[in-house]
Nanobody
Framework: DVQLQASGGGLVQAGGSLRLSCAASGFTFDDAAVGWFRQAPGKEREGVSCISSSDGSTYYADSVKDRFSISSDNAKNTVYLQMNSLKPEDTAVYYC???????????????????WGQGTLVTVSS
């Protein structure tokens, strides 16, 4: 039974930082892609970032590039999303997802992912 546990969300002031974690059980990140998505109130879910565990390739949405950083600790089966210089528009529920294939340029396409976590709420106050 595969489970992804997203954690680390919370309330932070604009300009602050948070680190989200995505821990997997029943699934190894070897030869996999792990992505972060977010859904803001009243908006569709969108891709934020992705990492390919095999070669460490990373991908980012333009809106978070240079502020967010994704990394993985394969020994711990955990992927992290370091979020710096947070803005009120970053407020959303953040989800992690895992794909058994390496996605490359399709990293932001939701149906490409096989497993999803439950989400963690990030609120950025102005």
């Amino acid at each position: 039974d595969v489970q992804l546990q997203a954690s680390g969300g919370g309330l932070v002031q604009a300009g602050g930082s948070l680190r989200l974690s995505c821990a997997a059980s029943g699934f190894t990140f070897d030869d996999a892609a792990v992505g972060w998505f977010r859904q803001a109130p009243g908006k569709e879910r969108e891709g934020v970032s992705c990492i390919s565990s095999s070669d460490g390739s990373t991908y980012y949405a333009d809106s978070v590039k240079d502020r967010f950083s994704i990394s993985s600790d394969n020994a711990k089966n955990t992927v992290y999303l370091q979020m710096n210089s947070l803005k009120p528009e970053d407020t959303a529920v953040y989800y992690c997802a895992a794909a058994t294939d390496l996605l490359g340029s399709n990293w932001y396409i939701e149906p490409e992912y096989d497993y999803w976590g439950q989400g963690t709420l990030v609120t950025v106050s102005s």
